[in-house]
């Protein structure tokens, strides 16, 4: 999630929803050295963020 200090806000069928900062999310897309598509699109995404905007919602999904 590049934020170590992104947090759990809520819980949606089997997936978590996480709260990141912007700021440092941006910070880490732009020091991640590895490529993957997944990696590729988030890039795309990340070009439209603003480091001072709004937080940043993930949902993650966990194999248990």
């Known amino acids: 999630m590049f934020d170590?200090?992104?947090f759990p806000v809520g819980v949606i069928g089997n997936k978590?929803?996480?709260?990141a900062n912007p700021q440092n999310v941006?910070?880490?897309?732009?020091?991640?050295?590895g490529t993957s598509n997944?990696?590729?699109k988030l890039k795309k995404l990340g070009a439209n963020m603003e480091k001072e905007g709004n937080p940043v919602l993930f949902m993650v999904e966990f194999n248990f």
């Open 26 to 33: 941006l910070a880490g897309i732009e020091s991640y050295r």
């Open 38 to 40: 997944h990696f590729e």
């Open 16 to 19: 978590f929803v996480f709260k």
């Open 4 to 6: 170590p200090k992104a």
